[in-house]
DNA sequence: GAAAAATCTTAATCTAGGTTAAGAACGATT
DNA sequence: AATCGTTCTTAACCTAGATTAAGATTTTTC
């Protein structure tokens, strides 16, 4: 299966399209291939892309003004990945998206989507409720963020992700979480076993 | 100007409505007046209804294992307020909305909602957009929680919600930064003056 | 307008998680 | 298989913000 193929399975799962739907939609996404580290979207770029995850992994990170990295998100095969803040608002990038396996990415510009949403309405339903799914796990993420101990959303994160958690190093796993590795480490001392 | 007026001005913000579809779209809104400190979802509820302030101000909060209050979000006149998440994953909601001061609120069913879409479809539009910004502004709060310590998130809240924090107390402040009204206090005499 | 309720402040003490530093374990590369 | 990178762990000490408790101030209610 081609990544375009995968990526209309992908769309199919949650809306409709014709063959000739598919068929114009698949020819407004680019292949970008990664390396493992290699970066795809620089901070002070301008993301005027969704990125699609065909195969690999990736992060989407910041660093704090103490050059600290704050991870917002992994992404696997089958998700989405990118600065959303800066698409959406077209302001310049304050992420990096970065794979951390070797990773195959396609990407639409987004003047081209916006003209899609024209040409195949279902298209523009797609990406309401992608957006509404990406509020919605934001938002689990706020209130963990607010509420939970350090152990409780440890453990969350595991039975949530646990695939993620065997694919990325552990430092990656507290910068999600806002600890340190250190941290991690002790807390990883009662939790396990 | 009636509330569904400000309903309608409030969508001619972003999206255009012929006269005909803004007559439909009105109709599709109830009217719901709130008195201060009334709830007008609770928890356990399903939230199935986009809710538009037309007047007042009201606050979304749920309440951890220890029966703490948290502040998700505040909304005064011209937002929106709802537990979105409730909404969008048809669960029952974990929060609460209560308005913080006398109010009036328009609110559409979700099936109507979901009629609409079809019949003027630049609706689709307007709550694509919509869930774009609440994301937007919702990832804004969470890095902020995520990188900022509590002197430099207050100093935001109020350069950002000047408005919002001379209408509500400060406890209320304090709850929805994440902190105590204790530290809060003493945050102030360092920071006010 | 007095009493009750709600909100805000101060101060002493406590704790979850951070920082620093050092070494151990694991992987890549030669 | 030795070297250099990267990742993980341990332990001593530190700090932002929580907790507790008490009183002060403001707002609401009758």
Redesign the pocket.
């Known amino acids: 299966m081609t990544p375009i193929d995968k990526l209309i399975v992908h769309f199919r799962k949650s809306i409709t399209l014709t063959d000739d739907e598919a068929e114009i939609v698949g020819g407004c996404f680019n292949i970008v291939e990664l390396k493992k580290k290699e970066i795809l979207l620089f901070v002070g770029d301008h993301s005027s892309h969704m990125r699609f995850i065909s195969e690999g992994c990736l992060r989407s990170y910041y660093m704090d003004r103490?050059a600290?990295e704050h991870i917002i998100q992994f992404g696997i095969e089958d998700w989405w990945i990118n600065d959303l803040y800066s698409y959406l608002t077209n302001t310049p990038s304050k992420q990096f998206v970065q794979a951390i396996e070797e990773s195959i990415v396609l990407q639409i510009h987004k003047e081209k989507l916006n003209e899609l949403y024209n040409t195949v309405p279902a298209i523009e339903r797609f990406f309401r409720l992608k957006f509404e799914k990406a509020y919605v796990s934001l938002q689990e993420r706020t209130i963990n963020s607010m509420s939970?101990?350090?152990?409780e959303?440890y453990i969350e994160f595991r039975s949530k992700y646990r695939n993620i958690e065997q694919r990325v190093?552990?430092?990656?796993?507290?910068s999600y979480l806002?600890?340190?590795?250190?941290?991690?480490?002790?807390?990883?001392?009662n939790t396990?076993q």
């Open positions: 103490e600290k939970k101990t350090a152990e959303g190093p552990q430092y990656m796993v507290a806002g600890i340190t590795p250190e941290f991690l480490s002790k807390l990883r001392k396990t």
